[in-house]
């Protein structure tokens, strides 16, 4: 359907590309919550639950680079990119925790790639700092920050045992994060035409 007379800022081209945006990121969100759910159940494998999480990710990055469009920069409340840098920023991390437990799990089959493991723990609790800090900035409300606690203490929790074995059995090299390969998502959302 076409839009006639001028559009508003809410109905620009970026406005609406930004929303459609947030609204693949937050349906690929509840495909990431059932992933989650159905790996606890042991019947889904953690570099799934990574990619799922990847996606999302780059879903919100895409909304958050929509939101600073001039025509929207200017009419969209600081809340909503506050909001959205956090999420992306939360899936982001989730991402690399669980390629973690994926690369953990190769690593039990294979004897090697624990420096790897250590290496995306740390990147995920990097990501997830940065989120709890523009949740703080951007005060945002304490529901949504308790996820992403919960989050930071599964990975400090995980990331501490794994330097512990890594130090006292498997004695790998932990590469730098810039050498770690980037999660590629897979998508399960996706945005249909209206019809007509």
């Given at each position: 359907?076409?839009?006639v007379g001028?559009?508003?800022?809410d109905l620009?081209e970026a406005a609406?590309?930004?929303?459609l945006?947030?609204m693949?990121?937050?349906?690929q969100?509840?495909f990431?919550e059932?992933?989650?759910?159905?790996?606890?159940?042991g019947?889904l494998k953690?570099s799934?639950v990574?990619?799922?999480a990847a996606?999302?990710?780059?879903f919100y990055?895409a909304?958050?680079?929509r939101s600073?469009?001039?025509?929207?920069?200017?009419?969209?409340?600081?809340s909503?990119?506050?909001?959205?840098?956090?999420q992306?920023?939360c899936?982001a991390g989730a991402?690399e925790y669980?390629?973690?437990?994926a690369?953990?799990?190769?690593?039990?089959r294979?004897?090697?790639?624990y420096?790897e493991e250590i290496?995306?723990?740390?990147k995920a609790e990097?990501?997830?700092?940065?989120?709890?800090?523009?949740?703080?900035?951007?005060?945002?409300p304490?529901?949504?920050k308790a996820t992403?606690?919960a989050?930071?203490?599964?990975?400090?929790?995980?990331?501490a045992?794994a330097?512990?074995d890594?130090?006292?059995?498997?004695?790998e090299?932990?590469?730098?994060e810039?050498g770690?390969a980037?999660?590629g998502g897979?998508?399960?959302?996706k945005?249909?035409?209206?019809?007509?």
């Amino acid at each position: 359907p076409r839009i006639v007379g001028p559009a508003s800022s809410d109905l620009s081209e970026a406005a609406v590309d930004m929303v459609l945006q947030l609204m693949l990121a937050q349906a690929q969100a509840c495909f990431y919550e059932k992933a989650v759910r159905d790996r606890k159940s042991g019947s889904l494998k953690a570099s799934v639950v990574a990619k799922l999480a990847a996606q999302a990710a780059t879903f919100y990055a895409a909304a958050i680079a929509r939101s600073s469009a001039p025509l929207v920069s200017g009419t969209l409340d600081r809340s909503w990119s506050a909001h959205m840098e956090f999420q992306g920023r939360c899936f982001a991390g989730a991402a690399e925790y669980w390629q973690s437990v994926a690369v953990k799990e190769a690593a039990l089959r294979n004897g090697s790639g624990y420096g790897e493991e250590i290496a995306r723990l740390a990147k995920a609790e990097r990501l997830l700092g940065e989120a709890q800090q523009l949740a703080a900035r951007g005060k945002l409300p304490e529901n949504v920050k308790a996820t992403a606690d919960a989050l930071v203490r599964t990975i400090s929790r995980a990331k501490a045992a794994a330097e512990a074995d890594n130090r006292t059995i498997y004695l790998e090299t932990v590469p730098p994060e810039a050498g770690l390969a980037d999660v590629g998502g897979v998508s399960m959302a996706k945005a249909l035409p209206p019809p007509s």
